[in-house]
C-alpha cells in the first residue's frame, strides 16, 4: 500500500469518527467544476491588438514576469498545462477579447461567432466547456468612464450591440458544447467624484440591459449574470453597476447574480450575502479572488475568507446552482503557477468544507450548545485534510501537492523560457 494511501485511509478514520463520510465528501468534490478565467495566462491581453494588454476601466495588472502568452496557440498550451495540475473536470471563462481574428481589426459591435470557432473546437477535443464575459472595458468608446450607463446614446447603442453579440456567441458556444455557457456583464462606469444625476445614469444601464436581454435563449444554452462593483480606479465616488442596482435587476428579470471577492468593502463578507441573494435568485455566480486593501485581485490562496465561502457553498444546499469562477491576474509571478496555486486552493476550500462534521454542527446549534459548535468548527482545522487532498488528486491522475513546484518550473524551462 503506498504512503498516500496508508495516510488516507488513517485520515478517512479520524473523520469518521465524527460522522463524516470522506467517500461522499470526494464523490461531491468531483462534481463541482470551477470555471477558470483565461485571461491569468496572458495579463488581461486578449488578441484584438498584437501584444497588447487591456486596459483601463479599473483593469491594472502589476508585473512583467517573463512567459507571458502571446497568441491563442500559445494560451491554450499553457491552459492545458494547467488544467493537468488539477484533479476533476472543469470549465473556461473567455472573455470577448479572445476572439480569433484573422489578424484583421473587427470591432467589438462586430464579433461573431465565427470568431470564437477554434475555442468551440478546442474545447470540444479537450472534453471542457466553456463561459463568457462581454468586454466593456480598454476600448475607445470606454475612455469617458461610461459604457451601457452613457449619456451619449451612440456609445450606448454601440456596447449595446457588443453586448447582444456576445449572448448570441455564448448560445451557439452552449448549444454546441452541450452545456449552458454563462455570461456574464460587469462595466466600469462611473466617476471619480459625486455626480449630480446618479438615478439618471442607472436609468441608462436599465434600459440598455434590458434590449440586451431583448432576445430570448433556452436556458440551455445560455445563462446571463450581472455583476457589481463597490469602486475602481477613476470610479471612486460612484459605481453605476452598484450591489444593490444588480440585487435589484436580478432578482426582477430573473437573472444570475455575480459575487466577486473583491468589488465589496474589505468589511463585508461574501460568503454572508451568498445565502441571502439565494433566498430570492435562483442561481448565483461567484468571482473568487484575493482582494489585499481593495479589488487587486491576487491569486487565491487558502484563507478564512476562502474557507468561509467554501463552508457557504457547502451549506446552502445548493452546489448545482452556485457556479464557482476564479478572477485574478498576477504578472510578478509565474502565470501557470499563479492559476495552479489559485485553483486547488479552490478546491481544497470546498473538500474542507464538504469534510466538516456537518450533522454534529447543525445538532450543537439547534441544541444552542455554543461550545461544541465552536469546539468542531476548530476541531475540524487540525483534522488531515492534506491526506485526503493527495489521495483525491493521485485518484485524478493530477500531481500531489509537493509535487507541484517541480511541474511548473519543468514547464517553465521547457517552454516559458523560450518565449520573448
Not at 102 to 125: C, F, L, M, N, T
Request: one cysteine or more; hydrophobic letters at 40%.
Amino acid at each position: 500500500m503506498s504512503i498516500t494511501k496508508t495516510l488516507f485511509e488513517a485520515a478517512k478514520e479520524q473523520y469518521g469518527a465524527l460522522g463524516v463520510d470522506v467517500e461522499k465528501a470526494l464523490a461531491t468534490l468531483a462534481t463541482i467544476p470551477l470555471s477558470i478565467h483565461c485571461w491569468q495566462g496572458d495579463d488581461v491581453g486578449g488578441f484584438e491588438r498584437a501584444g497588447a494588454k487591456l486596459e483601463g476601466g479599473g483593469i491594472e495588472v502589476t508585473g512583467n514576469y517573463p512567459g507571458r502568452a502571446r497568441s491563442v496557440e500559445e494560451l491554450r498550451a499553457d491552459l492545458e498545462a494547467m488544467y493537468a495540475l488539477l484533479p476533476g473536470a472543469h470549465r473556461l471563462a473567455l472573455h470577448m477579447s479572445y476572439g480569433e481574428f484573422g489578424g484583421k481589426p473587427v470591432d467589438r459591435d462586430q464579433v461573431e461567432p465565427s470568431h470564437y470557432r477554434g475555442w468551440i473546437d478546442w474545447a470540444k477535443a479537450k472534453g471542457l466547456k466553456l463561459d463568457m464575459n462581454s468586454t466593456f472595458f480598454s476600448h475607445p468608446k470606454a475612455s469617458s468612464g461610461f459604457t451601457l450607463s452613457s449619456k451619449d446614446k451612440g456609445v450606448r447603442d454601440f456596447w449595446i450591440e457588443h453586448g447582444k453579440r456576445t449572448r448570441e456567441v455564448s448560445s451557439v458556444i452552449g448549444k454546441e458544447l452541450g452545456s449552458p455557457c454563462i455570461h456574464n456583464v460587469w462595466i466600469p462606469d462611473g466617476m471619480k467624484d459625486y455626480p449630480a444625476d446618479r438615478i439618471g445614469y442607472r436609468r441608462n444601464l436599465e434600459h440598455s440591459l434590458d434590449e440586451i436581454f431583448e432576445k430570448e435563449y433556452p436556458l440551455s444554452q445560455l445563462k446571463d449574470a450581472v455583476e457589481s462593483k463597490l469602486f475602481g480606479l477613476g470610479s471612486e465616488a460612484y459605481v453605476v453597476g452598484s450591489h444593490e442596482f444588480y440585487l435589484g435587476y436580478a432578482i426582477t428579470r430573473r437573472k444570475l447574480l455575480t459575487l466577486d471577492m473583491g468589488h465589496f468593502h474589505p468589511t463585508e463578507s461574501v460568503a454572508d450575502k451568498l445565502s441571502a441573494i439565494l433566498l430570492y435568485c435562483d442561481e448565483a455566480l461567484l468571482h473568487v479572488s484575493r482582494p489585499m486593501r481593495w479589488d487587486s485581485d491576487h491569486v487565491v490562496t487558502s484563507s478564512d475568507e476562502l474557507r468561509l465561502l467554501a463552508e457557504e457553498i457547502v451549506a446552502s444546499g445548493r452546489l448545482p446552482q452556485i457556479h464557482v469562477g476564479l478572477d485574478f491576474f498576477d504578472a510578478t509571478i509565474n502565470r501557470l503557477g499563479a492559476w495552479t496555486i489559485g485553483a486547488r486552493s479552490m478546491l481544497k476550500g470546498l473538500l474542507a468544507a464538504l469534510l466538516q462534521p456537518r450533522e454534529r454542527l447543525l445538532a450543537a446549534e439547534e441544541e444552542g450548545d455554543w461550545f461544541a459548535r465552536l469546539q468542531l468548527f476548530e476541531q475540524s482545522k487540525s483534522l488531515p485534510l492534506g491526506a485526503v487532498w493527495d489521495y483525491y488528486c493521485a485518484a485524478h491522475d493530477a500531481p500531489l501537492e509537493r509535487e507541484i513546484i517541480d511541474r511548473v518550473h519543468g514547464y517553465e524551462r521547457s517552454v516559458l523560457s523560450k518565449r520573448r
